[in-house]
């Protein structure tokens, strides 16, 4: 309770209480008002709820089938590993890796030129972005999903195909709904910090991609209109419990406690 205390609660309100004054630091609500009326922050908005929407559609894409791969693997807890080793690098490393291999003379570039397509403007573009940002998001949905699916009672895929199933109704009709759980943990652990991501706007998307967690940075450190900055921050926290609660499972299991009460 005290580690929530100093480290989750207080945080929260000093921003929520930073949000109530302007430059002058006086008492105002202008902050919101600002933001609520501004086709630039709303703009910002958008941005930053679809650039999190793409990231997560690509990962989870990409991760369940690796997932399901994983799984079916000897040695499954070595892979899993060196799939979540990237997870160790800090984050500035990794983003300054991928402006070498996207760089003009970067080693994607020399390929494309070796095969004769001729190098390409890869770097500060939507597409390094959202390829770099779903990379480092990888291990962050496979983890769940790849736990999900190691708890699925092996019996019950047997009996799946015993009864005719074919491995793609399998997959749809046992091993989809099963992961569930994982599906959903792995989307809020990808799509809330993606919501708020500006190092690799900067870095990667050379200030192309612009989103709230960018705007957060500019009032902070450049022009210093701290009050603005938390008026964002507190959207962006609002923006984050509203995921978690549409991606919860109260409903459904709420549901599945009173089916079971009235059967019984």
Do not use: C
């Not at 202008?30 to 997560?56: E, G, K, P």
């Not at 995921?243 to 299991?253: D, F, I, N, P, V």
């Amino acid at each position: 309770m005290l580690w929530i205390l100093l480290f989750v609660i207080a945080p929260v309100a000093l921003i929520v209480y930073q949000s109530f004054f302007n430059l002058d630091h006086q008492a105002t609500i202008q902050n919101y008002v600002t933001y609520l009326t501004s086709s630039t922050y709303l703009r910002m908005t958008l941005n930053s709820f679809w650039y999190a929407f793409l990231i997560t559609l690509f990962t989870v894409l990409i991760s369940y089938p690796a997932a399901l791969f994983l799984n079916q693997l000897k040695h499954k807890d070595f892979w899993l590993l060196l799939i979540i080793l990237p997870t160790w690098i800090n984050l500035l490393l990794k983003a300054y890796a991928f402006i070498g291999i996207f760089a003009q003379n970067g080693s994607v570039n020399q390929f494309l030129g070796f095969i004769g397509i001729g190098p390409k403007q890869i770097l500060f573009t939507d597409f390094s972005f959202i390829f770099v940002a779903t990379y480092i998001e990888i291990p962050f949905m496979i983890l769940p999903i790849y736990n999900a699916i190691a708890e699925i009672d092996p019996a019950l895929l047997t009996a799946s195909r015993d009864l005719g199933a074919t491995n793609w109704q399998t997959l749809i009709r046992v091993i989809l709904p099963l992961t569930r759980k994982g599906i959903t943990a792995g989307v809020q652990a990808v799509f809330i910090p993606s919501l708020s991501l500006f190092m690799l706007t900067r870095l990667i998307g050379g200030n192309r991609v612009i989103t709230l967690g960018t705007a957060i940075e500019e009032h902070f450190l450049t022009t210093m209109n701290w009050g603005m900055g938390s008026t964002i921050g507190v959207v962006l926290i609002i923006m984050m419990f509203i995921s978690m609660a549409l991606t919860g499972e109260h409903k459904r299991k709420r549901k599945e406690i009173d089916t079971g009460a009235t059967k019984e």
